[in-house]
């Protein structure tokens, strides 16, 4: 599959601080590519550092195959569009102007397409009224259609739904996936709710402490992740010396719940509980979340098993 | 560049700047005359109008340095402070608009603002004097065209630094405070520069007899006020490239051209600072 981005030990220093460790992925054309990482993990300055915001202490990236060190980098840029961390907008200025402005920034000359993009975002009906006036929501919308103008090739999205309601970030998955699908532009996303994530990427690559930990594809992950079956107990406590003894893998939730990875049966379930003298609630399959691999892969990372 | 250009003339037209700073422009025009009929002539516009010449006109003019400035100051907060502020700048570089077009681009518009500004009020001044009633002859002279563009120098050095100091700062507040502080501090400096560079070498001791009208010297001591050497020459440099001086103010042929190049200096500095940093600095 033609890759869009690519990234090649790339490396970002502050001062004495290493903030991207030789950042090595590539990003499938057409793709919704998620970036996983916590606070801190480098996302942020990754993608800052593809759309030129910042530049990499080392390494190297393409864009549509042109090297970052190519001078032809600044035409390839006007097929990106990009929000990073929130929407960059001209308060003083009304929808239609800031995507107005962005036609002129990308040298365009025609504005026919501007009602279309401000109806593919649902801020046709705005007007006048200054983008300062506009809702978290309408501003990050308007962000997407700016990154929109000029119809890119990819999308750098930085955490496009923070803070927005749940209304907001159905609406936000919508238009996204809309451009995916329709247009095929290829989104390179961050963002902290995993699980809303997992609705949209077809890949994903997790990011910690400045090193890419994993690229994969969202079949891949789907593969990967670790079936368990959530055993529901009146004491986790009483069960734990028992499933060690018998070597069975298992990780305690709370106080109630227990995700079992073993292969394992209900009835040995039930009599290793009674052995134990507690009670089994219920069982019932857990398929580990987004959220829960990544953890893990964290986990793995730091050595804690 | 083109991109870039079009790009910060259309903001400077739709937000309304533009409207904004030709009513600004015209109301300190209009002050100015105001100020210099009755602070250098001690009476109102309409009570002296025979005073009214060219040296009426260069006198308001030169005091323009004192007011474009703070225009300047406001006028690139709003449009170069806002780009930075507002983290639009982003979506320029993003588009493959490069720092150096950036930071052109917003200097060549706010140097023009400036000077459209400058330009306008010169002939506002100028066409008063030549329609105020019972005025003496007034017609434009060389040295007035030399003033308008020592001013206009002047003020392109200061729309170099407000540029520089918007693209330094993130906070368009401190930007804004630093850029108007910078006018005051100027002409303290000039007058503290003044009194220092008007100390006298020795300081004499006097004996009053009463028989006598002129007190006796009796020895003399060497100021310790007085500086010196190099010090004194960096002084008198810094002195003689002052717009807030009393030596501009007398806008003298050698004193209106080492103004210009000092601040024809002040411009192509700053600039290259400015080019250098915003190639280096990264935007939140």
């Known amino acids: 599959m033609e890759n869009v981005l690519s990234t090649k030990d790339l490396c970002k220093n502050y001062g004495k601080h290493r903030i991207l460790k030789n950042v090595t992925m590539e990003i499938p054309k057409g793709s919704i590519f998620g970036l996983v990482g916590r606070n801190g993990a480098g996302k942020t300055t990754l993608m800052r550092i593809v759309t030129g915001l910042a530049s990499p202490t080392s390494g190297t990236y393409s864009i549509g195959g042109v090297m970052s060190n190519d001078k032809k980098i600044l035409a390839v840029r006007r097929r990106m569009g990009s929000i990073i961390e929130s929407p960059a907008i001209y308060k003083n200025l009304s929808a239609y102007d800031n995507i107005k402005l962005q036609y002129i920034n990308l040298g365009m000359t025609t504005y026919d397409t501007i009602q279309d993009l401000l109806e593919l975002v649902e801020l046709q009906d705005t007007g006048k009224k200054k983008a300062g006036k506009f809702s978290l929501g309408m501003r990050q919308r308007l962000g997407i259609a700016i990154a929109l103008c000029g119809n890119p090739d990819i999308l750098v999205l930085d955490e496009p739904i923070n803070g927005l309601d749940p209304q907001g970030i159905i609406q936000m998955r919508e238009i996204l996936l809309r451009i995916n699908h329709e247009k095929h532009t290829t989104i390179l996303i961050s963002s902290h709710i995993l699980e809303e994530l997992s609705k949209l990427a077809t890949h994903y690559a997790f990011i910690e402490k400045g090193e890419i930990l994993q690229v994969l594809s969202s079949h891949e992950l789907m593969s990967k992740v670790r079936k368990a079956s959530r055993l529901k107990t009146t004491s986790t406590e009483l069960l734990c010396p028992i499933f060690d003894r018998e070597g069975i893998e298992y990780k305690v939730e709370d106080d109630e719940n227990i995700d079992i990875y073993s292969d394992i049966t209900a009835s040995k379930i039930f009599n290793l509980a009674n052995e134990a003298g507690a009670e089994v609630i219920s069982i019932n399959e857990n398929n580990e979340s987004l959220e829960g691999y990544f953890m893990n892969l964290v986990a793995k990372k730091d050595g804690i098993s | ?284």
């Open chain 2, 1 to 284: 560049m083109i991109r870039a250009l079009r790009s910060s003339f259309y903001r400077f037209f739709k937000t309304g700047l533009f409207f904004k700073s030709l009513v600004f422009t015209a109301a300190i025009a209009f002050f100015l005359i105001f100020r210099t009929c009755t602070e250098d002539l001690g009476l109102l516009p309409f009570q002296q109008p025979r005073f009214i010449n060219n040296a009426f006109i260069t006198t308001t003019m030169l005091t323009l340095v004192y007011v474009v400035p703070f225009g300047t100051a406001i006028f690139s907060t709003i449009h170069t402070g806002s780009d930075v502020a507002f983290r639009s700048i982003n979506n320029k570089i993003a588009t493959g608009i490069s720092r150096t077009q950036l930071f052109v681009s917003d200097l060549i518009v706010t140097l023009l603002a400036t000077e459209v500004s400058v330009v306008i009020q010169c002939v506002i001044i100028y066409l008063y004097a030549k329609f105020a009633p019972m005025k003496q002859n007034v017609s434009i002279t060389n040295h007035m065209i030399n003033i308008m563009l020592c001013v206009m120098v002047i003020c392109a050095a200061f729309c170099a630094v407000y540029v520089l100091i918007q693209y330094f700062s993130s906070n368009k507040l401190l930007a804004l405070i630093i850029s108007l502080l910078l006018i005051p501090a100027l002409v303290v400096s000039s007058e503290l520069i003044e009194m220092k560079l008007g100390e006298p070498y020795r300081l004499y001791q006097y004996e009053y007899h009463e028989d006598e009208e002129e007190p006796e010297i009796i020895g003399w001591e060497v100021n310790p006020e007085y500086v010196g050497g190099t010090a004194r020459e960096v002084l008198t440099f810094v002195y003689n490239t002052s717009p807030y001086t009393y030596r501009f103010a007398q806008a003298d042929q050698s004193s209106l051209k080492s103004e210009t190049l000092a601040s024809g200096i002040v411009f192509v500095v700053s600039t290259a600072l400015g080019l250098v940093s915003i190639n280096k600095k990264e935007y939140p």
